[in-house]
């Protein structure tokens, strides 16, 4: 009997942990006409904002995170002389000072409850106020309004399409040649086994939401692939026809040993950016804007294990050869004790559902009524918008 609990409490454990870091990683593009391009990078697993851009000039940050925090004499890379980069993420300093990189601090979406991966990645992709209000994706949602004249058409490399655009506009699946078989129907089996059990069947099936297509062995996606193939195939098929591309980078979740664990996941995002700058090219970057976002923050305390938990406001990234970039946008609402939400968390001062509808508006001259009743119900957008200017 204890093996059979120790087993279940096991199972439990790593069916959230695939909802956190799915591994495989599908990539999706739609085609338009136009010139402008967006690509969206879903950050899963809850990114650390605040070691990704710490404040090092923030009186209090190196005591709230003794192990963690860094400063310029310790190898944090000075952006502005209060924030500073991570140098796991070096290799975008020079986007930064560029003018084409661009952080924004303290914004989240209006999730706010037991911070899930499940329920925060949910309204992250659909872009609704409350968990599982919408079914389908907000970039889904905006192909059906963006100015255009053809068929709206969207691919997706890989098995199925990632909540962020899956919904009613036209969608095409380039299958990977992997052999899934043998993990689907061990999953199939799983299913049908603990149907009865309300614990298992509700992890299974939350698991399975979360990781939909992620039934893969290798930790890099299908075939080992790396993150700079998959920015690479995506800058590649951006020049073509495609005008928006979507794809995940995962391993944010750093409840333990964060020092170590960080790393990883902060040079992927680096190499991502870089690769997919590389592969369009001056001209077609220079029409680009990527958006990376995350479902939630980590808490600004550092925990007993080296590492941090779930928070609320995160850090998100736009990058692009077009953007008014080498800022910290957002309002910081700072450390003390009093400026916390909760006590623990970064307080939200914007809703990253905002910074996507600007982005969008930006992009594919969205309107600002679209925006804010069929993409991002309740969202509070204007052409005022704050992030218009970035």
């Not at 209060?82 to 601090?105: C, I, M, T, Y």
Request: proline share 5%; charged share 20%.
């Amino acid at each position: 009997m204890n093996d059979m609990v120790l087993s279940r409490r096991g199972f439990l454990a790593s069916a959230c942990c695939l909802a956190a870091a799915p591994i495989f990683t599908p990539v999706t593009f739609a085609a338009m006409p136009g010139d402008n391009r967006f690509v969206t990078i879903v950050l899963r697993g809850a990114m650390d904002g605040l070691a990704l851009v710490q404040p090092y000039g923030e009186a209090g940050f190196s005591a709230l995170r003794p192990t963690l925090a860094l400063t310029p004499d310790s190898g944090l890379l000075d952006l502005d002389g209060h924030f500073g980069l991570h140098p796991a993420a070096a290799d975008l300093l020079p986007l930064w000072k560029s003018r084409e990189l661009a952080f924004v601090q303290a914004v989240s979406t209006p999730y706010r409850d037991q911070r899930s991966h499940f329920d925060g990645q949910d309204m992250l992709e659909s872009g609704g106020e409350h968990v599982q209000e919408e079914k389908t994706g907000w970039l889904n949602r905006a192909l059906a309004v963006i100015p255009r004249s053809d068929p709206r058409k969207a691919i997706d490399i890989n098995t199925s399409t990632e909540l962020i655009l899956s919904g009613p506009s036209n969608v095409d699946v380039w299958a990977s040649d992997s052999d899934l078989g043998s993990a689907k129907d061990e999953m199939q089996f799983l299913k049908r086994l603990y149907a009865d059990d309300p614990a298992f069947a509700k992890a299974m099936e939350e698991a399975t939401r979360a990781n939909a297509a992620s039934m893969m062995t290798e930790p890099d996606g299908p075939r080992g692939e790396k993150i700079a193939d998959i920015a690479a195939l995506a800058g590649k098929m951006l020049k073509g026809d495609y005008r928006i591309a979507s794809f995940s980078i995962t391993g944010w979740d750093t409840h333990v040993a964060q020092v170590g664990q960080f790393k990883r996941p902060a040079q992927d995002l680096a190499e991502a950016i870089t690769t997919l700058k590389a592969t369009l090219g001056p001209d077609v970057w220079a029409k680009t804007v990527v958006l990376a976002m995350t479902e939630f923050g980590r808490t600004v305390r550092e925990n007993g294990s080296g590492g941090t938990d779930h928070g609320t406001g995160g850090c998100a990234v736009l990058a692009g050869g077009g953007i008014n970039g080498g800022r910290i946008l957002g309002r910081w609402p700072g450390l003390a004790e009093q400026q916390l939400l909760d006590g623990r968390d970064l307080a939200p001062t914007a809703d990253v559902r905002e910074l996507a509808a600007a982005m969008l508006y930006r992009q594919f001259d969205v309107s600002a009524d679209d925006l804010t009743s069929r993409i991002f119900p309740g969202v509070s957008f204007d052409k005022g918008s704050q992030f218009l200017r970035a």
